[in-house]
């Protein structure tokens, strides 16, 4: 994954493909420092979607949608017009009503952005903190993993 302190060279829990446009850049063309926000969020909900879960099931099914709690960001490259990039995303850990994930923007084999990004999970009605749904919780851990703490994940692709 990266060569940045902190991050594993393992491969991601889930990579989503981003390819920059116009609407993505500054005048000069680089990457509006905003928009790996949105690049971060489109690789979550791919990533939910993809181990089942997607957002409108989380709200239909259990009641719970996540919210951003807390995000750490670090700019370390630009991108530009007409980028290719991989947005990445790692779980770093899993707790009752939490999940602290690693993400990054990567164009090769160079890491441009960083985050470390913690969910909370929390009830549609009062935006009050929930439990991890159950069926998600053992989709997350799998055989190896532990569902509190870090994890030393491999992967949680299907």
Do not use: N
């Not at 007409?82 to 090769?108: F, N, P, T």
């Amino acid at each position: 994954m990266s060569d940045e302190p902190g991050m594993h060279a393992q491969a991601p829990a889930h990579a989503t493909a981003v390819r920059v446009y116009f609407q993505d850049t500054d005048a000069g063309g680089i990457v509006y420092h905003g928009r790996y926000l949105d690049f971060f969020e489109r690789c979550r909900m791919d990533w939910l979607r993809a181990l089942g879960f997607p957002i409108r099931v989380l709200e239909r099914d259990h009641g719970v949608v996540f919210i951003v709690h807390e995000m750490r960001v670090s700019y370390l490259r630009p991108a530009r017009l007409e980028d290719d990039l991989a947005v990445e995303l790692e779980l770093a850990a899993l707790k009752g009503a939490r999940l602290e994930l690693r993400q990054s923007v990567i164009r090769g084999t160079d890491t441009l952005v960083s985050a470390e990004v913690h969910l909370a999970c929390v009830d549609c009605a009062g935006l009050r903190p929930a439990r991890i749904p159950v069926s998600l919780r053992e989709r997350l851990a799998g055989p190896g993993r532990r569902l509190s703490g870090m994890s030393t994940l491999t992967s949680t692709t299907p």
